[in-house]
Nanobody, 123 residues
Framework: QVQLVESGGGLVQAGGSLRLSCAASGRTASSYVMAWFRQAPGKEREFVAV???????GYADSVKGRFTISRDNAKNTVYLQMNSLKPEDTAVYYC?????????????????WGQGTQVTVAS
């Protein structure tokens, strides 16, 4: 099993940047497919970015070119660098893990979740 704790959310102006962190404990994060999802009020949870055990990455079209997912296996941490933020990026962001990759990543397929961190982008 793996436990996940997100941090780094906050309030930022449109066009600004934030970096979210997902610290893993228990089994090492390098053993898992790690993904970020987000959920805005009144909306379903949606895929944002994913990194496989190999380090390959994938992104939702809405964040491609603006967000970057990365791993630091030495720190057992996954990051989401978010640049050029827009008000529509406002949501609770969740880190999630599973052993096997699927395309497209769907929340129901992920076994482990963090508690979420709020990102608010002001216009």
């Amino acid at each position: 099993q793996v436990q996940l704790v997100e941090s780094g959310g906050g309030l930022v102006q449109a066009g600004g940047s934030l970096r979210l962190s997902c610290a893993a404990s228990g089994r090492t994060a390098s053993s898992y497919v790690m993904a970020w999802f987000r959920q805005a009020p009144g909306k379903e949870r949606e895929f944002v970015a994913v990194t496989r055990q190999s380090g390959s990455t994938g992104y939702a079209d809405s964040v491609k070119g603006r967000f970057t997912i990365s791993r630091d296996n030495a720190k057992n941490t996954v990051y989401l660098q978010m640049n050029s933020l827009k008000p529509e990026d406002t949501a609770v962001y969740y880190c999630a893990a599973r052993l096997y990759y699927s395309d497209p990543p769907r929340p129901i397929e992920y076994d482990y979740w963090g508690q979420g961190t709020q990102v608010t982008v002001a216009s």
